[in-house]
């Protein structure tokens, strides 16, 4: 679920910060809402799915080696007392090297997911634009806005369309 929620606001944020309607010809205006085109893909839908296979057992892997920190954190915590000193020591070390560890896996998985989505997100945008770019020359639009839009009409939303383009290729 982590890998979604990433996965969609980087969607959100890279169509917002990156994308732009583009339309050559004579005619009107259109808008075009992106993030309904994202969310009802089928590509951006396959490479949730594949990242949520390729990441969640990654994920799954880390939650339990934290679940293993835990319970080694509860241990020293109960047993400190009656531990001879050295066995505490190699016990506080054990548990000071597994949360480096943890920590490191954790920044790396993060790292990884990041690029993936980033590289990923870039292709998804360079797909929607080509298609909007391919409705807007086919219905004549001067004009076709994606953000900052209040209210559009059904009569300018060409949302459908750039979805059915992109099914269609």
């Known amino acids: 679920m982590r890998v979604y929620r990433l996965f969609m606001s980087l969607v959100l944020a890279l169509c917002l910060a990156g994308f732009a309607g583009q339309a050559v010809a004579e005619g009107g205006i259109a808008f075009v809402d992106v993030a309904e085109i994202m969310e009802r893909m089928p590509e951006a839908a396959a490479i949730r799915e594949e990242m949520q296979a390729e990441f969640g057992r990654q994920e799954q892997a880390l939650r339990e080696a934290h679940e293993e920190l835990m319970a080694l954190q509860e241990r020293y915590e109960r047993d400190s007392a009656v531990m001879s000193g050295s066995d505490r020591a190699d016990l506080e070390q054990e548990i000071m090297q597994r ?8 920044r790396q998985l993060q790292q990884r997911l990041n690029q993936r989505s980033e590289r990923e997100m870039r292709r998804l945008q360079q797909m929607i634009g080509e298609a909007v770019e391919a409705v807007a020359v086919a219905g004549d639009y001067d004009i076709v806005i994606y953000d900052g839009v209040v209210y559009a009409s059904e009569r300018v939303d060409i949302t459908d369309a750039v979805l059915q383009r992109l099914m269609d290729d």
């Open 99 to 106: 949360q480096q560890s943890l920590q490191q896996e954790q």
